[in-house]
């Protein structure tokens, strides 16, 4: 008997370490936005720049694994000097709650769509990274009457090769999901995400301190962990779905990658969407990796740039709506 005790108070101690390190990640990286509340979720919103700026606001929408954070760090600081900018944690990420099939990239756009219209920020461009490109990607089938523009940076925008990670899989299993979330992630990550941003911003070097400023350790609470996971397991299905309809956006439309992107193909995807979507800017820029909004992101802002200026002369605006 005595034995067994012994068992279950180390599991208990070890089923601990997940809410210690949930404890620990929000009293470093507390919330820096407001909550704005859409159909019962309650989404982070930081909402920063002038709201009289003459060019549309701008939406920034974040990739996997990150928070509101890494979009503010790269782009929304140096944005929100001239112009309105709305950065959102995708639901179930970073501060912001969502409902059981909040994975749904639909759903996410609904929700950004949703709590942007309620923010008043009228026409905006939307500029998704990563999965936020795909999240972008989906906003724009939808509510393309709704917007400015579009910009996607190393968007997944199409089927690739291949599945996902073994600890997203696992995430997703009965008990051993559990057991992953609440015990190994917490102990395991911390020490693995330094390398994963490495190899996300290389060959460039990630910014001084950008570990503990972007909020990273965030992603390893275990219902973050969760939401990120199912985010990834989903994306495929739902990739395939959509990508035969990117010729409907008639958008004032940027592309932009990275060449030595190892993480989002820019043949399979940028390439691809160029090709697809009319009158593009397409970019494809040397020497830099997936993370080229902080590591190219005077280009970016031209692409941004591009686009506002044919938004403003009515160029490719699609067609009202029946």
């Known amino acids: 008997m005595t034995a067994l005790y012994s068992v279950i108070a180390v599991i208990a101690a070890l089923f601990a370490i997940g809410g210690v390190s949930a404890w620990r990640s929000e ?146 299993w009965p008990v051993i999901g559990t057991v992953l979330r609440r015990i190994v992630i917490p102990i395991y990550a911390p020490f693995a995400a330094k390398t994963g941003v490495i190899e996300s911003f290389a060959p460039d070097e990630a910014p001084e301190g950008y570990y503990e400023k972007s909020g990273l350790t965030l992603l390893f609470r275990p219902r973050d962990f969760r939401n990120n996971a199912a985010d990834i397991r989903g994306l495929k299905p739902q990739i395939i779905a959509q990508q035969g309809r990117y010729t409907e956006i008639r958008l004032p439309t940027a592309i932009v990658t990275g060449a030595n992107d190892t993480t989002v193909s820019p043949t399979i995807h940028s390439a691809a969407l160029a090709r697809e979507i009319a009158g593009a800017y397409y970019s494809v820029i040397p020497d830099t990796g997936h993370a080229l909004h902080h590591s190219e992101t005077a280009k970016i802002m031209a692409a941004i740039d591009w686009v506002t200026e044919k938004a403003q002369a009515g160029e490719n605006r699609p067609a009202a709506a029946n």
């Open 27 to 172: 009293k470093m990286t507390p919330p820096i936005g407001a909550f704005v509340d859409v159909d019962g979720v309650r989404l982070h919103v930081l909402d920063i720049g002038p709201r009289d700026a003459p060019a549309p606001p701008v939406i920034l929408i974040h990739g996997a694994s990150v928070n509101l954070r890494d979009m503010k760090m790269a782009l929304g600081d140096r944005l929100s000097r001239s112009r309105r900018v709305i950065m959102i944690d995708r639901p179930g990420r970073g501060y912001s709650t969502r409902p059981a099939d909040g994975w749904r990239l639909e759903l996410q756009a609904r929700l950004i769509h949703d709590a942007a219209a309620k923010l008043g920020a009228e026409k905006p461009i939307v500029v998704g990274q990563s999965l936020g490109g795909a999240v972008a990607l989906s906003y724009a089938l939808k509510y393309q009457e709704d917007m400015s523009g579009l910009v996607l940076l190393a968007a997944v925008s199409h089927e690739w090769p291949g599945g996902v990670a073994w600890y997203n899989k696992a995430s997703g």
